[in-house]
């Protein structure tokens, strides 16, 4: 189960309820402190705890507490699910044992405090960065990516920029063209080369684990999300672009640090523009009149 938003727990928890229950909002609110508090370090709520008897019937083997306690466990395993589903790489990464481990350890930091689970692990790569455990620096840019690929499915479907477009923009307009990104679009920068990680664990493969800059954009296309690891210069190119600079001011801010001719330069960046194009990772154009 990807995402659960609970509503099945509360029917199902109905049954137990002694009293009517009279204002579905109040009840939600009391049910979900006592479905989420015993994970949050601060405990359940007092006034939770002394409905739960008033409210609950206890059968013939559980007191009321533990009643609640079992659909309590068992939102503590949504969690660790809804966690696999945004983080696949790191649980591959880690393994099964010591990624669960991890998820408890965020879970007791950062429990679930709203009634999706949407978006429970954000906070994943903060919460890396504040340890000192072995490998982290390599989890932090492995979670980043992860995010950011989970962050693309909020964003909106939007038209893409297509080549007829680009065809009708005049000769004299092309160095103050800027280019504007779909939403679904994330630039990310490591130190690590992550997207051949992601690539060799989704396949079985040994993971390269030796440290090494690279640069990643991830995009959406399709409902489908994508990734692909840049060169430096590409991801300057993407980057400038992406911010709305100008491609006059793209392509000058790219000359100062390519080595090769500058005819050259023009070329490979025209070829990976043209790539990005296809790829559909520009919505559309703002030319200068």
Same mark, same amino acid.
């Given at each position: 189960?990807?995402?659960?938003?609970?509503?099945?727990?509360?029917?199902?928890?109905?049954?137990?309820?002694?009293?009517?229950?009279?204002?579905?909002?109040?009840?939600?609110?009391?049910?979900?402190?006592?479905?989420?508090?015993?994970?949050?370090?601060?405990?359940?709520?007092?006034?939770?705890?002394?409905?739960?008897?008033?409210?609950?019937?206890?059968?013939?083997?559980?007191?009321?507490?533990?009643?609640?306690?079992?659909?309590?466990?068992?939102?503590?395993?949504?969690?660790?699910?809804?966690?696999?589903?945004?983080?696949?790489?790191?649980?591959?990464?880690?393994?099964?044992?010591?990624?669960?481990?991890?998820?408890?350890?965020?879970?007791?930091?950062?429990?679930?405090? $709203?009634?999706?689970?949407?978006?429970?692990?954000?906070?994943?790569?903060?919460?890396?960065?504040?340890?000192?455990?072995?490998?982290?620096?390599?989890?932090?840019?492995?979670?980043?990516?992860?995010?950011?690929?989970?962050?693309?499915?909020? $964003?909106?479907?939007?038209?893409?920029?297509?080549?007829?477009?680009?065809?009708?923009?005049?000769?004299?307009?092309?160095?103050?063209?800027?280019?504007?990104?779909?939403?679904?679009?994330?630039?990310?920068?490591?130190?690590?080369?992550?997207?051949?990680?992601?690539?060799?664990?989704?396949?079985?493969?040994?993971?390269?684990?030796?440290?090494?800059?690279?640069?990643?954009?991830?995009?959406?296309?399709?409902?489908?999300?994508?990734?692909?690891?840049?060169?430096?210069?590409?991801?300057?190119?993407?980057?400038?672009?992406?911010?709305?600079?100008?491609?006059?001011?793209?392509?000058?801010?790219?000359?100062?640090?390519?080595?090769?001719?500058?005819?050259?330069?023009?070329?490979?960046?025209?070829?990976?523009?043209? $790539?990005?194009?296809?790829?559909?990772?520009?919505?559309?154009?703002?030319?200068?009149?």
């Amino acid at each position: 189960m990807k995402r659960d938003d609970l509503r099945k727990t509360y029917i199902d928890g109905l049954g137990a309820i002694n009293a009517p229950v009279t204002a579905m909002a109040d009840f939600q609110a009391w049910f979900f402190d006592a479905l989420v508090g015993p994970h949050r370090s601060k405990g359940m709520r007092q006034a939770t705890q002394e409905r739960i008897k008033a409210e609950v019937r206890p059968s013939a083997e559980l007191r009321a507490e533990e009643r609640i306690g079992i659909y309590s466990d068992r939102f503590k395993e949504h969690m660790v699910l809804a966690l696999q589903a945004d983080y696949p790489g790191l649980r591959l990464l880690l393994g099964e044992l010591p990624f669960t481990g991890l998820c408890m350890e965020y879970l007791d930091r950062f429990p679930s405090v $709203e009634f999706s689970l949407n978006h429970l692990g954000r906070k994943l790569p903060a919460f890396l960065a504040r340890t000192q455990r072995e490998g982290r620096e390599l989890l932090i840019d492995l979670t980043r990516t992860e995010l950011a690929l989970c962050e693309l499915r909020d $964003e909106p479907e939007v038209d893409l920029l297509d080549t007829t477009t680009l065809a009708n923009i005049p000769d004299d307009a092309w160095p103050e063209t800027r280019f504007v990104t779909i939403p679904a679009i994330r630039l990310l920068e490591h130190s690590y080369p992550i997207v051949p990680l992601l690539d060799a664990l989704e396949k079985g493969q040994s993971p390269p684990l030796k440290p090494r800059p690279s640069w990643t954009v991830a995009w959406r296309k399709n409902f489908e999300n994508h990734r692909r690891e840049l060169t430096e210069l590409a991801f300057l190119v993407l980057t400038s672009l992406a911010e709305g600079l100008s491609l006059e001011h793209t392509l000058e801010s790219a000359a100062e640090v390519w080595e090769g001719a500058p005819d050259q330069m023009q070329t490979q960046i025209f070829q990976w523009f043209s $790539e990005w194009v296809e790829d559909g990772l520009f919505a559309s154009v703002r030319l200068p009149y």
